[in-house]
Structures are given as C-alpha cells and as structure tokens.
C-alpha cells in the first residue's frame, strides 16, 4: 500500500531564503508525481508534475526533483515570498489507478 | 473558463441530520473525484466518476456516504446521519480524462463541513 510523507509538517522562514520541502514514497512503482500548493479557504493549485521517466521540473522559482528508487521528491523554492506562504502537497499516482495518494503537507510560513 | 465550484463553502449541522454537497466540474471534464480532508491529514480519496462507467465508491467510510453524477456533469455527495467525525473539509476535482498518466486534477475550493 502506497504512503506519502512529508517533512517538515511546517517551516518558518525570512524572506529571499531559498528553501526545500520533502516528499517521499514507499513504493517506488509510481506514474508520477505532482506538488500542489493550498491556500486557506482555496482548493488545491498544481504546481509541478513529474513523469515517473522525468528527473525533474521546473516552473519560475520552483523546481521538483524525482528519484524513484529511493522513493523522494524535493521542492526546491528560489527566493522566497511572503506570497509563497501556504501548504504544499505532494501526490503520487501508481500504475492501474487514476488515484492520487496524498501526502499530509509542509505549512510554509515566509516572514516578510 | 471556470474551474470547478463547490457548493456551499461552509456548512454546518448537528449531528444526525444529512447533508448534501454539490461540486461543478469542468464543462467537458469526464472524470470527477471526491475527496476528504480533515484536520491535520491529508487528503483522502472517497469515489471517482468516470464518464458512464460505474464509479468507483473503495474510498467510502461508511454506507452513510453515498454520492451520483447526473448527465455526466453535477455531482452530489450526501452523508446520512452525520457524525462529528464527519467534520472536514470535502474536495471535488475533475480532469479531462482520468485514465491519462500525465493529467493533472483540478480542485474545487472545498466545502468545510462542521457536524455538531
């Protein structure tokens, strides 16, 4: 049974830190893999998703990186913002299902 | 276009009466996911619409919850004689196809459910 973790549970940083959230994945057999990022009140945002055959993604000030066999994931954050303040989720989809697996989430708090 | 709505944002009731959740997903998305949040977990799978087939209900905790989607479109999510620990936020996602690998899943904002 696939299980998602994420560490740290939160993280509290001064602003224009760069800065890296984990996700990791017990069973390396996976489809991909996607960061989504939740604001209070909001639904979820995807960010990021990477193909099992990817090694990473990036978009702007983010990037996510994929080792499949030693089932992990980082998000890495550039210069950090204020505006980047939210809980990030990571999901993982595995062969024969269209179910995300979701991991319990890392509360980003950028202090200005 | 539009993303997916949830309706209502914020419900609460007391315990043992029944709910109704509705979620509109994407005009032309066949593939429809509940989901449940509650404090401090993540996110958990409840059922997944896909076109005409018969849905997939493994993530349901209990015969209380029940969910339809009419036409391919609308879907409603009811809990029978809810429990308190019931209360969570409920998250409704829709995708073009759920069968595709790369697809992503857009999420509705929720509707944060208190059962007292």
């Known amino acids: 049974k696939q299980e998602v973790t994420q560490i740290p549970a939160a993280l509290s940083v001064p602003e224009g830190e760069n800065l890296v959230l984990n996700c990791s994945f017990t069973d390396s057999a996976i489809y991909n893999l996607q960061w989504f990022r939740q604001d209070p009140g909001k639904g979820l945002t995807s960010l990021l998703l990477i193909q099992s055959s990817q090694r990473e993604q990036t978009s702007g000030r983010l990037n996510a990186s994929l080792d499949k066999s030693s089932g992990r994931s980082t998000l890495y954050i550039a210069a950090s913002q204020p505006g980047d303040s939210a809980t990030y989720l990571c999901a993982v989809k595995s062969p024969g299902t269209y179910k995300y697996i979701f991991g319990t989430g890392t509360r980003l708090k950028v202090l200005a | 276009g539009a993303g997916v709505s949830q309706s209502p944002s914020n419900k609460v009731t007391e315990k043992g009466k029944d709910v109704e959740l509705r979620c509109d997903p994407i005009?032309?998305?066949?593939?429809l996911y509940w989901y449940r949040q509650s404090l401090g977990q993540g996110l958990e799978f409840l059922i997944y619409?896909?076109?005409?087939?018969?849905?997939?209900k493994s993530g349901l905790p209990s015969d209380r919850f029940s969910a339809e989607r009419t036409g391919g479109s609308v879907s409603t999510l009811t809990i029978q004689r809810t429990q308190q620990e019931d209360s969570a936020v409920y998250l409704c996602?829709?995708?073009?196809?759920?069968?595709?690998?790369?697809?992503?899943?857009?999420f509705g904002p929720g509707t944060r459910l208190l059962v007292l």
């Open positions: 996602a829709s995708s073009r196809e759920g069968r595709l690998i790369q697809e992503t899943q857009y």
């Open positions: 619409f896909q076109g005409n087939s018969a849905p997939d």
């Open positions: 005009s032309g998305h066949t593939a």
